[in-house]
């Protein structure tokens, strides 16, 4: 999908309140700051959500999507712009963001990780600069690489890899580098070749700013839009250089402290529970609106445990889980998709409900991957986006949705008065 780079035309206008589809949004005690979208100004990001309705089956759900067709839009909480709007920029940069509270996002999410000089940056993996920047194609940074570019051996079948990582780099190595599509050839036999990949076609920007947690605090803040960072599990031994985990957690407090963020618009998420009571006991302002990362759901027998454990997690003062989307839906026995044993047992636990990630699958046409996985019987084609969000937002009651292109979920929860 081609898409407009051009975001300075936009402007912010108007501030007021709204809920969610079943109180505030995300957090229990969270207000709600929206700002209106120049809706006439985002043509390219609009003809999305636009298509996924032309697919959807003809019904109520069609119908009203329709009618708000050309309605003013406002930014909301139930959008979350997953690092960014990564469907169409390149990821954690300072574009995607923009991009993110263009396209409506009230949330947008940092993943944070550090640099060799213990520097806070965004980064989905601490070891992924191979695959999402230009890094390969400065050697004097490339050979700083905690595994260097090995070609692929077509004779044998092995693939080509390199292993770089933040911590490799110091905060003004990590911050000369260009954010790209996150995406490689594994057959190739050059660091150039590495580097390119299908995914570059769909970007709108060739050499995106990479970000410090700093300044995407900054460029999040400039657009009127609030934070949900990610602390990151580190993917080099700790502590790394005496720099300890709780080091790690209370360095992503202070970025907020320093930048005089309000603690009530900030949603601290992680998928290890120990980051979660180390900010209750050491940054409290912070844990009313934690969000648990539950990644424990992908086996028959960890979905069974990650069940059994949400009353617990209430009992901790966890207000807010999030797992994957296809851990909150399931088939009923006439294939209707209706809200899973997960959804139900966290909801009667009293916990919220977030979940990730919408616009990040394969072809629906082809049942849509992980994400869709519990009702790939149902899935026919693209506009079942659309059913499953309505699934999520009308019956589970999610407060928020994960996206890589947020103005999916921002129109949805428009025309739907969230």
């Given at each position: 999908m081609r898409v407009s780079p051009a975001l300075s035309t936009l402007v912010l206008v108007?501030?007021?309140?709204?809920?969610?589809?079943?109180?505030?949004?995300?957090?229990?005690?969270?207000?709600?700051?929206?700002?209106?979208?120049?809706?006439?100004?985002?043509?390219?990001?609009?003809?999305?959500?636009?298509?996924?309705?032309?697919?959807?089956?003809?019904?109520?759900?069609?119908?009203?999507?329709?009618?708000?067709?050309?309605?003013?839009?406002?930014?909301?909480?139930?959008?979350?712009?997953?690092?960014?709007?990564?469907?169409?920029?390149?990821?954690?940069?300072?574009?995607?963001?923009?991009?993110?509270?263009?396209?409506?996002?009230?949330?947008?999410?940092?993943?944070?990780?550090?640099?060799?000089?213990?520097?806070l940056v965004c980064r989905h993996s601490q070891c992924d600069l191979?695959?999402?920047?230009?890094?390969?194609?400065?050697?004097?940074?490339?050979?700083?690489?905690?595994?260097?570019?090995?070609?692929?051996?077509?004779v044998t079948g092995k693939e080509a890899s390199a292993r770089c990582c933040t911590s490799d780099l110091t905060l003004a190595e990590f911050s000369s580098l260009c954010g790209k599509m996150d995406g490689h050839d594994p057959r190739a036999t050059t660091p150039a070749a590495y580097l390119?990949?299908?995914?570059?076609?769909?970007?709108?920007?060739?050499?995106?700013?990479?970000?410090?947690?700093?300044?995407?605090?900054?460029?999040?803040?400039?657009?009127?839009?609030?934070?949900?960072?990610?602390?990151?599990?580190?993917?080099?031994?700790?502590?790394?250089?005496?720099?300890?985990l709780d080091d790690f957690a209370e360095a992503l407090a202070d970025d907020y402290r320093a930048a005089g963020v309000a603690p009530r618009r900030i949603f601290v998420q992680s998928a290890n529970l120990r980051d979660l009571t180390y900010w209750s006991e050491h940054a409290p302002e912070l844990a009313a609106n934690a969000i648990y990362l539950d990644e424990s759901v992908d086996t028959k027998d960890g979905y069974a445990a990650a069940v059994a454990a949400l009353p617990g997690l209430a009992a901790r003062g966890i207000h807010t889980v999030a797992p994957p989307m296809w851990a909150l839906v399931d088939l009923d026995a006439t294939g209707r998709i209706v809200p899973s044993l997960y959804a139900k047992t966290a909801k009667a636990s009293g916990l919220d409900l977030v979940t990730w990630t919408l616009e990040r699958s394969g072809s629906l046409e082809h049942g849509g991957g992980y994400y869709y996985q519990s009702v790939r019987a149902a899935i026919h084609g693209e506009g079942d986006i659309f059913r499953v969000l309505d699934v999520l937002a009308t019956d589970v009651g999610i407060r928020g949705i994960f996206s890589d292109w947020p103005a999916t979920s921002t129109y949805y929860a428009n025309c739907m008065g969230l």
């Amino acid at each position: 999908m081609r898409v407009s780079p051009a975001l300075s035309t936009l402007v912010l206008v108007a501030t007021s309140a709204c809920t969610g589809p079943s109180g505030p949004p995300i957090g229990p005690r969270s207000a709600l700051l929206i700002r209106a979208i120049d809706a006439p100004k985002t043509p390219d990001f609009l003809a999305r959500p636009r298509t996924l309705i032309a697919h959807l089956d003809d019904g109520p759900l069609k119908t009203a999507l329709a009618r708000c067709d050309g309605h003013p839009l406002v930014a909301t909480r139930f959008s979350i712009g997953h690092r960014g709007a990564a469907r169409g920029f390149p990821e954690h940069t300072r574009e995607s963001y923009q991009a993110a509270a263009t396209m409506g996002a009230g949330l947008i999410e940092c993943d944070v990780t550090f640099t060799k000089d213990k520097k806070l940056v965004c980064r989905h993996s601490q070891c992924d600069l191979a695959t999402t920047t230009n890094i390969l194609a400065v050697p004097a940074l490339a050979a700083k690489c905690a595994a260097p570019f090995s070609p692929a051996d077509l004779v044998t079948g092995k693939e080509a890899s390199a292993r770089c990582c933040t911590s490799d780099l110091t905060l003004a190595e990590f911050s000369s580098l260009c954010g790209k599509m996150d995406g490689h050839d594994p057959r190739a036999t050059t660091p150039a070749a590495y580097l390119k990949s299908a995914a570059d076609a769909d970007s709108a920007v060739t050499c995106g700013k990479v970000m410090s947690h700093a300044e995407s605090i900054a460029v999040i803040d400039r657009r009127g839009r609030d934070f949900v960072p990610e602390l990151k599990a580190p993917e080099v031994p700790m502590p790394f250089d005496g720099y300890t985990l709780d080091d790690f957690a209370e360095a992503l407090a202070d970025d907020y402290r320093a930048a005089g963020v309000a603690p009530r618009r900030i949603f601290v998420q992680s998928a290890n529970l120990r980051d979660l009571t180390y900010w209750s006991e050491h940054a409290p302002e912070l844990a009313a609106n934690a969000i648990y990362l539950d990644e424990s759901v992908d086996t028959k027998d960890g979905y069974a445990a990650a069940v059994a454990a949400l009353p617990g997690l209430a009992a901790r003062g966890i207000h807010t889980v999030a797992p994957p989307m296809w851990a909150l839906v399931d088939l009923d026995a006439t294939g209707r998709i209706v809200p899973s044993l997960y959804a139900k047992t966290a909801k009667a636990s009293g916990l919220d409900l977030v979940t990730w990630t919408l616009e990040r699958s394969g072809s629906l046409e082809h049942g849509g991957g992980y994400y869709y996985q519990s009702v790939r019987a149902a899935i026919h084609g693209e506009g079942d986006i659309f059913r499953v969000l309505d699934v999520l937002a009308t019956d589970v009651g999610i407060r928020g949705i994960f996206s890589d292109w947020p103005a999916t979920s921002t129109y949805y929860a428009n025309c739907m008065g969230l």
